[in-house]
């Protein structure tokens, strides 16, 4: 069974700094997608950033990226340019090839001003 | 405004009452889910429908029931067989079990 595992319960940065967000992620798929989401404090699930596993190249959006290493089954996270607004849980997912989203224990960011 | 509603934000049952969260979207997509999240927890599914008259069980199925007589609805319902019902529910909707799924606002059930 695939599993995602987010080993950073908090993380904080200063506003204007860049700060990185880790998640792995167990899987015998070959073919699968990644997912970063936001859940800021309205609990609204925003989709931040998704990867395609047979894709090199890293997905980027404005100020978020990824660094998606296959091999080691590593997907983190890097916002860039902190913003108060960026202040929120994040969590990674995984999508299975059934199509089910398998999400990690989530990541909560505090931005200081 | 296409998306997805949860009604109520907030809803208190008492111990051992059934009770029926809703969720219903007007994106027109056939696939709909339903989450829970705990403290400390990512979102676990509890079920999915690929397409009307049709769903499955998800990871924690135990205790919960759906339906899915119309496009548009996923109700779930938390029976009394539901060991810890307290938590944040999640209903999210996508073209296809394949697709990007979109979320909804949440309800927040405390059994007293």
């Known amino acids: 069974a695939q599993t995602v595992t987010q080993s950073q319960p908090e993380m904080s940065v200063q506003e204007a700094e860049t700060v990185t967000l880790s998640c792995t992620y167990d899987?015998?798929?070959?073919?699968?997608?990644l997912f970063w989401y936001k859940q800021p404090p309205s609990r609204q699930m925003i989709l931040v950033i998704r990867q395609e596993a047979y894709k090199q190249q890293n997905a980027t959006e404005n100020r978020f990226s990824v660094n998606f290493q296959k091999a080691a089954k590593s997907f983190s996270l890097k916002i860039s340019d902190s913003q108060l607004g960026d202040a929120a849980m994040y969590f990674c997912a995984y999508r299975t090839q059934g199509g089910k989203l398998i999400f990690g224990q989530g990541t909560e960011l505090s931005v200081k001003p | 405004d296409g998306g997805i509603t949860q009604s109520p934000k907030y809803l208190f049952r008492k111990e051992g009452q059934n009770v029926t969260l809703s969720c219903e979207q007007n994106l027109n997509h056939d696939a709909m889910y339903w989450y829970r999240q705990d403290p400390g927890q990512g979102l676990r599914l509890i079920y999915y429908s690929q397409i009307v008259n049709d769903f499955q069980k998800g990871d924690i199925a135990e205790g919960y029931s759906v339906s899915r007589e119309k496009k548009e609805s996923f109700p779930l319902t938390v029976t009394s067989a539901q060991k810890n019902p307290t938590a944040f529910y999640l209903c999210?909707?996508?073209?296809?079990?394949?697709?990007?799924?979109?979320f909804g606002p949440g309800t927040r059930l405390t059994v007293l």
């Open positions: 899987t015998s798929e070959s073919d699968y997608y």
């Open positions: 999210a909707s996508s073209w296809a079990l394949y697709n990007e799924q979109f």
